[in-house]
C-alpha cells in the first residue's frame, strides 16, 4: 500500500527536465507542431514524430502525456526500438512501450546496453527480461547512478535474497538501488543489531531480515535515526522487546515508516474509545498492530462505521482486528451474512474478520450449514408399505 506512495527517480537527462508546455491543438502526423508558453516558442522534432509514426506509436498519447519529449533536439527512436527487437520484443509491444514511457527514446543505447546487462543479473533469460520491461517500462528506462545499481544488485544477492524477490524490488521499488550502496549496507546493519538488541537469535537472524526485505524493501530508504528513535518510543510505551519483535513482524517493518508523534495520538485515541487500561490497550494493540498503524481520523470512521452496523465496542475488543477492515467492506460482509440469516450483532466479528478468501471460505461453510437438512439419528423412520 506504501509502495504506490513513493515516488519514482526521473528517467536518464531527466536532471535538465524542462516544464511541461501547455496541451497543444492536434495536426495531422508528421507535421511540425508548436508550443507557446510566455512569448516561447518551441518546435516538436520531425525526425522524431515521423520515427514514432513508423512505428506505430499513438503520437497523440504522447502529446497529451509527455509532450516535451517531442521538443527533445536528440532522441534515439530507432536505436531504442532495435535494442527491444533484438530482445525478442514484437512491434506492438514495443509501440505500446514508447506511448507508455515516451521518455525511453533520449535515453542512450549505450546506457540502455548496460541497463539491459544489469537486470540480466536477475532474469533467467531474455524473454523474461523482455516481459519485465513490458509490464514496467518506466523502471527499466529509468536509467540513473548504474554503477551503484549494479553494486546494490550484487549486495543482495550477498546477502541471499533470491533473483525473484531482486527482480521485484527493480520493478517496484527501483528507489533502493539509488541508494549509495554504503548507506544500504548502514541499514542492513542497524537492522541486524535491532533484531539481536531484541533478543532475537543469531542462528535466526538471516532468515528474519531476508523476510523483512521481501516485504518491505522501503525500509532501506529510511535513517538509522528514525529506526533508533521508534525502538526507543515502544520501549517507553513498556512494550517488551519480544513484544516489539512481534510488532515488526506484523508489521512488516513499516513500524519504522511510523512518526512516534502519530503513534501516540493513535494509542491515546484508542484508549479513550475504548475505555481501557495502558495494559489492555497493550493487549489489543498486539493482536491488532493497526491502532499504530492507522491515524486518528481512519481509527475513528472504521470504529463509527461498525456501531452504525450494530456491532459493540466489547465485540470490537474482543476481534479488534476487524479494524482491519474498511467500512465499504464491513457493509459488504455484514448483507452477505445477513442474506443467510446470520446476524453479526448478535454473535462473534470472526465470521466477519479475515482476508477476502477466508472470508468467502467461511461464508461458504455457513451457507451450506444453512442448507443442510435437519436429521435426528434416534427418530423413527415414516416408511410408507
Given at each position: 500500500m506504501l509502495w504506490k506512495l513513493l515516488m519514482r527517480s526521473q528517467p536518464c537527462r531527466l536532471c535538465s527536465f524542462r516544464k511541461m508546455l501547455s496541451a497543444p491543438q492536434y495536426r495531422p502526423f508528421l507535421v511540425s507542431f508548436t508550443y507557446t508558453t510566455d512569448n516561447q516558442s518551441n518546435k516538436e522534432n520531425e525526425r522524431t514524430v515521423e520515427k514514432l509514426y513508423k512505428l506505430s506509436v499513438d503520437i497523440r498519447k504522447i502529446r497529451r502525456l509527455k509532450g516535451w519529449v517531442l521538443l527533445e533536439d536528440e532522441t534515439y527512436v530507432e536505436e531504442i526500438a532495435n535494442a527491444l527487437q533484438q530482445l525478442g520484443a514484437e512491434e506492438t509491444a514495443i509501440a505500446s512501450i514508447l506511448e507508455r514511457c515516451p521518455e525511453a527514446i533520449i535515453c542512450s543505447p549505450t546506457a540502455v546496453n548496460i541497463q539491459r546487462e544489469l537486470w540480466q543479473l536477475v532474469c533467467k533469460n531474455e524473454e523474461e527480461l523482455v516481459r519485465l520491461i513490458?509490464?514496467?517500462?518506466?523502471?527499466?528506462?529509468?536509467?540513473?547512478?548504474?554503477?551503484?545499481?549494479?553494486?546494490?544488485?550484487?549486495?543482495?544477492?550477498?546477502?541471499?535474497?533470491?533473483?525473484?524477490?531482486?527482480?521485484?524490488?527493480?520493478?517496484?521499488?527501483?528507489?533502493?538501488?539509488?541508494?549509495?550502496?554504503?548507506?544500504?549496507?548502514?541499514?542492513?546493519?542497524?537492522?541486524?543489531?535491532?533484531?539481536?538488541?531484541?533478543?532475537?537469535?543469531?542462528?535466526?537472524?538471516?532468515?528474519?531480515?531476508?523476510?523483512?526485505?521481501?516485504?518491505?524493501?522501503?525500509?532501506?530508504?529510511?535513517?538509522?535515526?528514525?529506526?533508533?528513535?521508534?525502538?526507543?518510543?515502544?520501549?517507553?510505551?513498556?512494550?517488551?522487546?519480544?513484544?516489539?519483535?512481534?510488532?515488526?513482524?506484523?508489521?512488516?517493518?513499516?513500524?519504522?515508516?511510523?512518526?512516534?508523534?502519530?503513534i501516540q495520538k493513535s494509542i491515546s485515541f484508542s484508549k479513550n474509545a475504548f475505555k481501557c487500561t495502558d495494559h489492555d490497550l497493550k493487549q489489543l494493540i498486539l493482536k491488532c498492530p493497526a491502532f499504530l498503524y492507522y491515524s486518528v481520523p481512519v481509527l475513528e470512521e472504521r470504529i463509527q462505521g461498525l456501531l452504525k452496523e450494530g456491532i459493540s465496542i466489547a465485540q470490537i475488543r474482543e476481534t479488534p482486528m476487524v479494524l482491519e477492515l474498511t467500512p465499504h467492506i464491513v457493509q459488504y460482509r455484514i448483507r452477505k451474512l445477513n442474506s443467510l440469516g446470520y446476524r453479526i450483532r448478535d454473535g462473534h466479528l470472526a465470521n466477519l474478520n479475515g482476508t477476502k478468501k477466508e472470508f468467502e471460505a467461511n461464508f461458504g461453510k455457513i451457507q451450506a450449514k444453512k442448507g443442510r437438512p435437519f436429521f435426528n439419528p434416534v427418530a423413527p423412520l415414516n416408511i410408507e408399505e
Amino acid at each position: 500500500m506504501l509502495w504506490k506512495l513513493l515516488m519514482r527517480s526521473q528517467p536518464c537527462r531527466l536532471c535538465s527536465f524542462r516544464k511541461m508546455l501547455s496541451a497543444p491543438q492536434y495536426r495531422p502526423f508528421l507535421v511540425s507542431f508548436t508550443y507557446t508558453t510566455d512569448n516561447q516558442s518551441n518546435k516538436e522534432n520531425e525526425r522524431t514524430v515521423e520515427k514514432l509514426y513508423k512505428l506505430s506509436v499513438d503520437i497523440r498519447k504522447i502529446r497529451r502525456l509527455k509532450g516535451w519529449v517531442l521538443l527533445e533536439d536528440e532522441t534515439y527512436v530507432e536505436e531504442i526500438a532495435n535494442a527491444l527487437q533484438q530482445l525478442g520484443a514484437e512491434e506492438t509491444a514495443i509501440a505500446s512501450i514508447l506511448e507508455r514511457c515516451p521518455e525511453a527514446i533520449i535515453c542512450s543505447p549505450t546506457a540502455v546496453n548496460i541497463q539491459r546487462e544489469l537486470w540480466q543479473l536477475v532474469c533467467k533469460n531474455e524473454e523474461e527480461l523482455v516481459r519485465l520491461i513490458e509490464q514496467f517500462p518506466e523502471s527499466f528506462f529509468t536509467i540513473k547512478d548504474q554503477e551503484n545499481q549494479r553494486l546494490n544488485v550484487q549486495f543482495f544477492k550477498e546477502l541471499g535474497l533470491k533473483n525473484v524477490v531482486i527482480r521485484r524490488f527493480l520493478t517496484t521499488a527501483s528507489n533502493i538501488f539509488h541508494n549509495p550502496i554504503e548507506k544500504n549496507k548502514q541499514m542492513i546493519k542497524i537492522l541486524q543489531e535491532s533484531y539481536l538488541n531484541l533478543g532475537g537469535s543469531e542462528a535466526n537472524m538471516k532468515v528474519w531480515l531476508l523476510k523483512l526485505l521481501s516485504q518491505n524493501p522501503f525500509i532501506l530508504l529510511n535513517s538509522s535515526a528514525a529506526v533508533k528513535e521508534t525502538l526507543e518510543f515502544l520501549q517507553e510505551q513498556s512494550f517488551t522487546n519480544f513484544e516489539i519483535l512481534q510488532l515488526l513482524s506484523k508489521l512488516k517493518g513499516f513500524l519504522f515508516q511510523l512518526c512516534p508523534r502519530s503513534i501516540q495520538k493513535s494509542i491515546s485515541f484508542s484508549k479513550n474509545a475504548f475505555k481501557c487500561t495502558d495494559h489492555d490497550l497493550k493487549q489489543l494493540i498486539l493482536k491488532c498492530p493497526a491502532f499504530l498503524y492507522y491515524s486518528v481520523p481512519v481509527l475513528e470512521e472504521r470504529i463509527q462505521g461498525l456501531l452504525k452496523e450494530g456491532i459493540s465496542i466489547a465485540q470490537i475488543r474482543e476481534t479488534p482486528m476487524v479494524l482491519e477492515l474498511t467500512p465499504h467492506i464491513v457493509q459488504y460482509r455484514i448483507r452477505k451474512l445477513n442474506s443467510l440469516g446470520y446476524r453479526i450483532r448478535d454473535g462473534h466479528l470472526a465470521n466477519l474478520n479475515g482476508t477476502k478468501k477466508e472470508f468467502e471460505a467461511n461464508f461458504g461453510k455457513i451457507q451450506a450449514k444453512k442448507g443442510r437438512p435437519f436429521f435426528n439419528p434416534v427418530a423413527p423412520l415414516n416408511i410408507e408399505e
